[in-house]
């Protein structure tokens, strides 16, 4: 068996590096008495909506699984431990700007935005898997950035002064 050194850099270092911003993070905003009851509600639905991510995730892994493509067990958690990570993440930045704003998101804008992304990841995931060449999946990144944007941004109000 083979060690490969950049995937113990990359796990351990990823690990490391996301707790020192983690605690840096809780630092920061008990400094500026930000860790109230509101923070813990945003943080905890945001993990609560991450488990439906990681569940669909699950489900399409196992659905490859049944189709005949091969994954090995260390790509399959790879890809749970992604999904719920960044669903957690995204959820709680959604949801934090959303209850810090005078005026709230529309629900309609960002199930949009999130649709863009969901589409983006899903088709170019696709074409990743059908074609053996993963590079298709960077190709994602400006819809996915722009389906972003779109959720995230308010409208300009069209009251004028």
């Not at 707790?19 to 008495?33: D, P, S």
């Amino acid at each position: 068996m083979e060690v490969q050194i950049g995937g113990l850099v990359g796990l351990y270092g990823g690990a490391v590096i996301g707790i020192i911003a983690w605690w840096f993070g809780r630092r920061m905003a008990k400094k500026q008495r930000g860790l109230d009851e509101l923070h813990a509600h945003i943080w905890q639905k945001a993990r609560g909506i991450s488990w439906f991510f990681t569940l669909a995730s699950i489900y399409l892994l196992f659905t490859l699984i049944m189709f005949g493509m091969e994954l090995s067990p260390a790509i399959v958690l790879a890809v749970i431990m992604v999904v719920h990570m960044t669903s957690w993440g995204f959820t709680g930045m959604i949801l934090s700007i959303n209850m810090n704003m005078s005026e709230p998101l529309k629900p309609s804008k960002v199930k949009f935005g999130i649709f863009i992304v969901a589409l983006s990841v899903i088709c170019f995931a696709i074409l990743s898997i059908t074609t053996g060449n993963w590079w298709f999946l960077l190709a994602s990144v400006p819809p996915n950035t722009i389906g972003i944007i779109f959720a995230l941004t308010p409208e300009k109000s069209s009251e004028e002064f």
